[in-house]
């Protein structure tokens, strides 16, 4: 995995769930971003042949996703940017990526159910802060039950599968850190040959 292309994708996840939740509509330039970082960078980190199979796992699951889709079970966008986000995951990791992206969507559901116990929201004052004003179209979606912003989850979908294969990097390293500070520190204080 590209030390560059996880917080690429990670940045991109974000800003098409933040666009997901504030008008419940993905880019589809966001998905051809994570597209493109993926075919620039990936190459370069994995090789060619372990794209490939992203690539193939990703239409793989295109093919999935646009039969929920015609039956309105999914939004296009949401199919788009799961797709893209299989294109910067190797295909080992497509597994967790949906595992996690199902119940990041249960979790957004259950949300959904909780807040519609809230009394009716009232609307943002006018100039109130952008975050305010997308809670409370947030709950004047929920109040009138609105569709569940399903982007949300793939993001968290896609960011739990990307720490997941940084984590074994950086634990590596920090482990061939420390072991380089123990042997530097006995170095020093065990001299070989000395009395």
Do not use: Q
């Not at 590209?2 to 800003?15: D, E, K, Q």
């Not at 193939?56 to 939004?75: K, R, T």
């Not at 159910?113 to 947030?138: K, Q, T, W």
């Not at 074994?168 to 001299?191: D, F, K, Q, R």
């Amino acid at each position: 995995m590209s030390t560059l292309l996880a917080p690429i994708a990670m940045g991109i996840l974000f800003v098409a769930a933040w666009n997901d939740v504030a008008t419940r509509t993905i880019p589809d330039g966001l998905s051809l971003a994570l597209i493109a970082a993926a075919l620039l960078l990936r190459p370069f980190a994995d090789g060619l042949v372990p794209l490939a199979w992203s690539l193939a796992g990703a239409f793989g699951l295109f093919v999935a996703l646009a039969f929920l889709h015609a039956f309105g079970v999914m939004g296009g966008g949401d199919v788009k940017l799961a797709c893209a986000t299989a294109c910067v995951l190797p295909v080992s990791s497509l597994g967790a990526f949906l595992t996690a992206t199902a119940i990041a969507g249960g979790v957004v559901a259950a949300v959904h159910i909780l807040m519609r116990l809230l009394p009716s929201p009232l609307p943002a004052a006018p100039g109130a802060p952008v975050l305010f004003r997308v809670v409370a179209a947030e709950r004047w979606r929920v109040a009138r039950r609105g569709s569940l912003p399903y982007g949300v989850a793939i993001a968290a979908g896609g960011w739990i599968a990307l720490l997941a294969l940084l984590a074994p990097a950086s634990a590596s390293s920090m482990h061939a850190g420390a072991m380089h500070a123990a042997a530097a520190h006995a170095a020093t204080t065990h001299p070989i040959g000395g009395s």
